[in-house]
């Protein structure tokens, strides 16, 4: 195209503009969000000076480019914009299970937090029921004290009339 007179120029830039189009719509299949893609793809162009062309490429309807990312959510790509592309993808995607992970940590949290309000709850219980058992078994040493006294008490007493002599 470059080096074509103005009247080639013309039908070289319809073929490249038809070629490119078409190429766009045999990438287009390949977006299929429901399938798990996503919503765009990528278009790679191996040479600079290609792409260059085809940023500065416009037909009737407008630019190439626009016609490739606006209509049919292709992104053409250099060789030098590729791996920032790439990248920011990259980052999107594990911004994505940081984000899935913060979620799963806080529901993590939160039934946590309902255990620890369960276990207050049975320790309050279970300290409530010592209390009572420890005063329930203070008044069972105190009944048993007492018994045991008045055990004795009765022991002494039983030994002493033994002493007495008997009556004839």
Same mark, same amino acid.
């Given at each position: ?63 190439? /480019?626009?016609? $490739?990312?606006?209509?049919? =959510? ?10 920032? @592309? %790439? ?35 049975? /320790?309050?219980? $279970?300290?409530?029921?010592? =209390? ?10 105190? @009944? %048993? ?24």
């Amino acid at each position: 195209m470059v080096e074509a007179s103005e009247e080639e120029y013309e039908k070289m830039k319809a073929e490249f503009i038809r070629n490119v189009k078409n190429h766009i719509e045999k990438i287009t299949k390949y977006i299929q969000p429901e399938r798990g893609t996503f919503d765009f793809a990528f278009m790679y162009i191996p040479s600079e000076t290609i792409f260059y062309s085809l940023l500065i490429c416009e037909d009737k309807e407008g630019s190439l /480019f626009n016609y $490739a990312w606006s209509k049919k =959510k292709i992104l053409p790509v250099s060789p030098q914009s590729l791996f920032a @592309y %790439l990248r920011t993808i990259l980052l999107g995607l594990k911004g994505k299970a940081i984000e899935r992970n913060a979620s799963y940590i806080l529901k993590s949290v939160e039934g946590m937090s309902k255990t620890l309000e369960n276990l207050r709850i049975k /320790f309050e219980r $279970a300290a409530t029921q010592l =209390k009572y058992t420890r005063t329930n078994f203070e008044e069972a040493k105190d @009944y %048993l004290d007492k018994f045991e006294n008045e055990f004795k008490s009765l022991a002494k007493l039983n030994v002493e009339e033994s002493q007495l002599p008997e009556d004839k």
